[in-house]
């Protein structure tokens, strides 16, 4: 992406960013802990960003290696509170699930395992640090994706419907995928940087996007939107 589209990507970002934290502020927090916790991160990381980021393509070599790593530092935090919101998120909705402690640390042991073992496969000290972290991120942004998966069926089978958080894990999945088809992508061609940047660019402001709307709209409101549409679709049935 040209500076232009970069800089208004980022204002757009860091602007959602503050509308779902003004939202979250207001009470759903406290249910959505690591949420809010994201989505400050997020707002952080990407104001340190920009800075160094006009300096990828012009800049010297020691500007470029500060860029590397400092975008893969930030990316790593990212992924792993990532991680928390969707074991957090999976641990609430199997609220109805006897084996639930069971459950999350089996999620949490594999989450470790699957870390780690995708860590060793990748790592290559004597390789330059984008190449091998960009490998190790694809496999943890593809993880995150079935957990998501896991989430969304858990949500779908519970008798009671939590729209709220069927649209947070919703919006989850889709910068998930878009993450992991970007990384695999660029890995595939260095051509395709820019078409997999700006279909992750806007994957992610969509699911904050989608965030900011599911806690903007009184959580009354939302569950009698989903009344409404349920007693539609048993009315045609009949």
């Known amino acids: 992406m040209n500076i232009a ?3 208004g990507a980022h204002i757009l970002g860091l602007l959602l960013d503050v509308l779902v ?3 979250l502020r207001r009470g759903p927090y406290r249910r959505y802990p690591f949420l809010f916790l994201y989505v400050v991160a997020d707002f952080i990381t990407t104001v340190l960003e920009i800075e160094p980021s006009l300096y990828l393509n012009g800049g010297t070599a020691a500007e470029r290696h500060r860029w590397v790593v400092l ?4 990316e790593q935090i990212i992924q792993a509170l990532l991680f928390l919101l969707v074991i957090s998120l999976l641990y609430r909705a199997s609220s109805q699930t006897r084996q639930r402690r069971t459950m999350l640390l089996g999620v949490i042991g594999a989450t470790l395992l699957i870390a780690t073992v995708s860590l060793l496969v990748h790592y290559q000290p004597d390789v330059k640090m984008g190449k091998w972290m960009m490998s190790w991120t694809r496999d ?4 995150a994706a079935i957990l998501d998966l896991g989430l969304w069926a858990t949500l779908i089978r519970s008798e009671e419907k939590d729209y709220r958080l069927l649209m ?4 989850l999945g889709i910068q998930f995928a878009a993450g992991a088809m970007g990384q695999a992508l660029r890995e595939m061609s260095r051509a395709t940087d820019t078409a997999s940047g700006v279909m992750i660019t806007i994957a992610n402001l969509t699911c904050t996007y989608i965030w900011w709307q599911a806690f903007r709209s009184p959580k009354k409101k939302l569950q009698n939107t989903y009344t409404r549409n349920q007693a539609a679709s048993i ?4």
């Open 71 to 74: 975008y893969w530092v930030d």
């Open 140 to 143: 943890l942004k593809a993880f």
């Open 168 to 171: 947070v894990s919703g919006a």
């Open 235 to 238: 009315g045609r049935i009949k």
């Open 5 to 7: 589209c970069q800089l």
């Open 21 to 23: 934290v003004d939202a």
